[in-house]
């Protein structure tokens, strides 16, 4: 799409950031929506900000350099509040920059979001890419707006909610995420598995889900074909750690079959998780998953209390969760289930019979508290629950505290119970973390998890707080500037953690700068270390 002066429109996306703790990965959803825009004529950055430090300068000089028409920003409910804040900024360093949000918390919220948010003048709601390709090639024309299928904006004091976009029926229609935009050395550091999704939808209809009501009940799949292209060149960018990401992969035995089977003939070395259900696997299959690389599997079951899992419509008996991890035991995948704490209705004796339950399948296993998100069939119809919504502070929807209490259960009820489970392992992991600072006797298990930890805390800073960025800059004079490098990272990090001292750093950079991660890069003043912008195998 070319603009009146003949310039393609120019499209910055927002990947906000978050936490350690949530599994920083390569965003999925926002390059689906990069290359919806790259489809509909556009320019497109991205201004990633899970791998990079994000401040009001740093968001100002990538503006400067860009000069975007639009700038888009996704966001989840708990960061909500962070993204938005993000959004203002824009707008105070350009009003004329056009901004929009899309994603699953402002897909349900957008009256709320619009209303109390000025400085966002479009919400996408949903699945993003049939609209943009209407939107993007009428974005300056405002009398359009109206006739946008899958838009809200405000416009005269009112909320102009436009028809509803229908799902895209033919998945393989959409261009492949556009990854091209992503920083992969960067990603590479940081060491998650990357998402790819090969079907959308799912037929459930559990109470406290938002995923599903973004996706849609009828599930549509991609053909297996381009789902495996997709893994080849995931492959020749050096991932070979995937995330199955659908909603519910397993959903259709036959098919993981076959995808299992175009794996082994294409004979694809690579490993990879899914999301699934436990009354959706058997033996069969999960040999069948195993043989293709399949190393890990996760579960939400929720609840071992079968009255709790009929109310919150899950759809699955302690039955089927029981042979599910069996299964899994015996197949060799490694397991994961999720309960959910304050559930409606919950009570002290539906948490004990969960507890017990999650204990008696012999499996890996965490709880979550419960975040009733908007455009859930729990929120929209909390009168019909035991169950009150105490908060709509946005950033507390993390499901890592509670925020609804039941008639029987108070918010301290509910985190004592978990904080009670994890004491001893957190007790535990304490006196190990303690043992090793102090140059103490581990066994080599404990110790590799320590070290782990401590190895991905210290690259997410490195990340987070552009610590290349800052400290790369290194004068000419300086013999050895990989060691200076160190020095100088390990003085920032070591005041946090005083065992990131030089020599854990140069342990932890070196293979990054033998990867061609980082760089070294020589001017006439000085010698500067920068992040490699692609991924270089040779
Ligand atoms: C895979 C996944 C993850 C992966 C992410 C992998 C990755 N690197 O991308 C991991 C495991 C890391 C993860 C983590 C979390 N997740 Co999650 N996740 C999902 C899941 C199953 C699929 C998401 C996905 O990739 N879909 C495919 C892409 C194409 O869709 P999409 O992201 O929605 O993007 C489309 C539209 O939303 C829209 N869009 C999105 N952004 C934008 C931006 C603009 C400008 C525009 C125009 C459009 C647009 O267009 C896109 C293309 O159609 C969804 C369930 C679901 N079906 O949505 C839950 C879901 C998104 N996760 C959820 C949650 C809560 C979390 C966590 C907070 C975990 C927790 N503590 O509970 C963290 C938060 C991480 C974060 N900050 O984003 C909730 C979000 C609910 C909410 N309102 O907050 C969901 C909806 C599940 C649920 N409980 O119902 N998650
Ligand atoms: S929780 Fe899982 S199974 Fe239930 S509706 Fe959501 S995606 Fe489907």
Redesign the pocket.
């Known amino acids: 799409m070319e603009t009146k002066t003949n310039k393609p429109v120019k499209v910055a996306l927002i990947a906000p950031p978050y936490p350690l703790s949530e599994f920083p990965s390569p965003p999925l959803g926002i390059c689906y929506v990069a290359a919806a825009c790259e489809r509909a004529g556009a320019k497109v950055q991205l201004f990633d900000f899970i791998i990079s430090e994000y401040s009001p300068a740093n968001l100002k000089k990538a503006l400067d350099d860009f000069k975007p028409d639009i700038v888009g920003a996704t966001s989840v409910t708990m960061n909500f509040p962070r993204t938005a804040d993000i959004l203002k900024t824009v707008k105070k360093i350009n009003p004329h920059v056009i901004t929009i949000m899309g994603g699953p918390h402002v897909s349900f919220d957008y009256e709320n979001v619009l209303r109390s948010i000025p400085e966002i003048d479009i919400v996408v709601i949903g699945e993003a890419e049939k609209t943009l390709l209407s939107l993007i090639p009428n974005i300056f024309d405002r009398s359009k707006w109206q006739t946008i299928s899958g838009i809200a904006f405000y416009e005269k004091n009112m909320i102009v909610l436009t028809r509803k976009q229908s799902l895209i029926e033919n998945l393989d229609e959409l261009p492949l995420p556009a990854r091209h935009l992503l920083n992969i050395p960067k990603y590479h550091t940081l060491g998650f598995p990357i998402s790819i999704i090969t079907s959308r939808g799912?037929p459930?209809?559990?109470i406290?889900?938002q995923?599903?009501r973004m996706v849609g009940q009828k599930v549509r799949y991609r053909s297996l074909s381009k789902v495996i292209d997709e893994i080849e060149i995931l492959l020749t960018m050096g991932f070979d750690l995937i995330n199955i990401a659908d909603?519910?992969f397993t959903a259709n035995k036959k098919r993981v079959i076959q995808f299992c089977e175009i794996i082994k003939q294409r004979n694809l070395s690579f490993v990879w998780s899914a999301?699934s259900?436990v009354n959706t696997v058997d033996p069969e299959v999960l040999s069948m998953m195993k043989s293709a690389g399949c190393y890990a599997v996760s579960f939400?079951i929720e609840s071992g209390n079968t009255e709790m899992l009929k109310r919150i419509k899950?759809g699955i008996t302690r039955k089927q969760a029981q042979y599910a991890a069996k299964y899994c035991k015996e197949s060799g995948i490694r397991t994961h289930a999720s309960f959910m704490v304050g559930l409606p209705g919950e009570t002290h004796e539906t948490l004990k019979e969960t507890y017990e339950f999650a204990e008696s399948l012999d499996i890996e296993y965490g709880f979550h508290f419960l975040s009733p998100f908007p455009g859930t069939t729990l929120r929209e119809n909390i009168n019909e629950y035991d169950l009150e919504i105490l908060t709509n502070d946005w950033a507390k929807y993390d499901a890592n505290q509670a925020i609804v209490r039941t008639s029987n259960l108070s918010t301290e009820d509910i985190e004592n119970f978990v904080v009670n489970w994890s004491k001893e392992q957190n007790d535990i992991w304490e006196s190990q973390l303690k043992t090793y600072a102090n140059g103490g006797e581990l066994p080599s298990d404990e110790k590799a998890n320590v070290e782990e930890y401590h190895k991905r805390r210290f690259i997410f800073w490195l990340l987070s707080e552009n610590l290349i960025e800052k400290k790369g800059k290194i004068d000419k004079k300086i013999q050895d500037p990989f060691d200076n490098l160190c020095e100088r990272i390990s003085k920032h990090v070591s005041s946090k953690v005083s065992l990131m001292n030089k020599e854990f750093v140069k342990k932890h950079l070196k293979p990054l700068k033998e990867k061609k991660f980082i760089k070294c890069v020589n001017n006439s003043s000085e010698n500067l270390w920068q992040w490699c912008d692609k991924y270089d195998q040779n």
């Open positions: 799912c459930n209809r559990c406290f889900c995923g599903r909603d519910l999301f259900r939400g899950k």
